[in-house]
């Protein structure tokens, strides 16, 4: 009979396929025993590129990713003002239209109202009264030093002065809120700066005291009122990362993408469609968004504890002896090749398994496993 030669590494690989074709649970069950559990195969580039043995870097723990929510982008009240008339009148001028940016201090609104004049009036009359009620204060205090008068109506005399300096003050106040600028005439000016989301009057048109004349609003930062449903919601809590998706220029600079944070887990759900509402708050990109915009968000929410854990692809896990192992690529002197390194998997996401006992860096093995298989355990070893 014939005796055919095989050089080692042909024959391990012969071997090695042969092995992979058995059933990880006969292996496992049936398989020899390595003499030396975790010393290195040594292999040369030459063998490693003839078996096809390629390796793969242990990835480093994702963080958890909600699916696509619902959500509206609205602006937080603390940035939104209403201008309102304060009198009655008639709006003479406008000075700013929807959608256009304002300063704070600009005038907005111009209002003819005779009302103005009457709080002029007013003034006047609380001013002569304040300085005659000074000047009787003034000669009873002299008359009560020269024991003329009871203190009684030194005392009344005082209160009529307080009287009539807390009814000037009073009437100032008015024609302070009416911001009249002369006679008859009130300039309405922008409380901040912003642009107008609203004109809610017209030119020509009379105006009752506090009725609406325009809104504006900061739009920057700006919120997103976001729909999740319960199992989304009870992992979210303030400070969680979110990220805005979809938007067509976010494809140009990653510096572009529209993220933030939320700033509120809502407590009551939504009985039609059962969701939660979290409010969020967008510190990057928001000049992207418009206020009433329905997008898409993602949550960035905290891991679990086996997610944390680094992951390999579940075909690098070899069964052995009721261990797990991997084969980690290592040198040991002038010497390369693989050594076989117990693992413990914590649970499998998708093609992956997590894993620990593994380094940040290792690099194990995916690819010609059975060969490497075959070496460990001795087979066709001469």
Request: hydrophobic share 45%; aromatic share 2%; proline share 7%.
């Amino acid at each position: 009979m014939m005796k055919i030669l095989l050089a080692p590494v042909w024959k391990a690989a012969l071997v090695g396929c042969l092995l992979h074709g058995l059933s990880a649970g006969a292996w496992a069950q049936n398989g020899p025993n390595p003499a030396t559990p975790t010393a290195l195969l040594a292999f040369t580039p030459s063998q490693i590129q003839a078996l096809g043995i390629r390796t793969q870097p242990v990835q480093a723990p994702q963080p958890a990713e909600s699916p696509a929510l619902p959500a509206q982008v609205s602006i937080p009240n603390d940035q939104q003002r209403v201008v309102a008339a304060p009198l009655a009148g008639l709006v003479e001028s406008l000075g700013a239209a929807p959608g256009e940016a304002v300063r704070a201090g600009q005038v907005l609104v111009r209002i003819a109202s005779p009302q103005a004049l009457e709080l002029q009036r007013d003034r006047l009359q609380a001013e002569a009264q304040t300085t005659l009620a000074r000047q009787s204060l003034t000669r009873d205090e002299q008359l009560f030093k020269e024991g003329l008068i009871a203190e009684s109506r030194l005392q009344q005399t005082r209160a009529l002065a307080a009287q009539a300096q807390a009814q000037l003050q009073e009437r100032r106040q008015e024609l302070g809120l009416a911001q009249a600028a002369d006679g008859q005439h009130l300039l309405l000016r922008a409380p901040i700066a912003g642009h107008v989301l609203e004109q809610l009057v017209s030119v020509g048109q009379r105006v009752e005291a506090a009725t609406p004349l325009y809104r504006i609003a900061r739009l920057q930062p700006l919120n997103l009122e976001i729909q999740a449903p319960l199992d989304v919601a009870q992992q979210a809590k303030p400070g969680t990362a979110l990220e805005v998706l979809g938007l067509s220029n976010q494809k140009d600079s990653k510096d572009q993408k529209v993220s933030g944070q939320l700033i509120t887990v809502g407590r009551h759900m939504d009985a039609g469609n059962q969701s939660v509402l979290l409010r969020g708050r967008i510190d990057q990109g928001a000049e992207q968004l418009r206020p009433g915009q329905g997008v898409s968000v993602r949550l960035s929410l905290p891991a679990s504890a086996k997610a944390q854990e680094p992951s390999i692809p579940a075909r690098a896990v070899v069964h052995q002896n009721k261990q797990t192992w991997v084969f980690v690529a290592a040198r040991e002197g002038a010497q390369s090749g693989f050594r076989p390194t117990p693992v413990r998997l914590n649970g499998q996401r998708g093609d992956a398994v997590g894993v620990s006992g593994l380094a940040p860096d290792a690099q194990v093995v995916v690819d010609g496993i059975a060969a490497l298989k075959a070496r460990w355990l001795g087979i066709g070893a001469e």
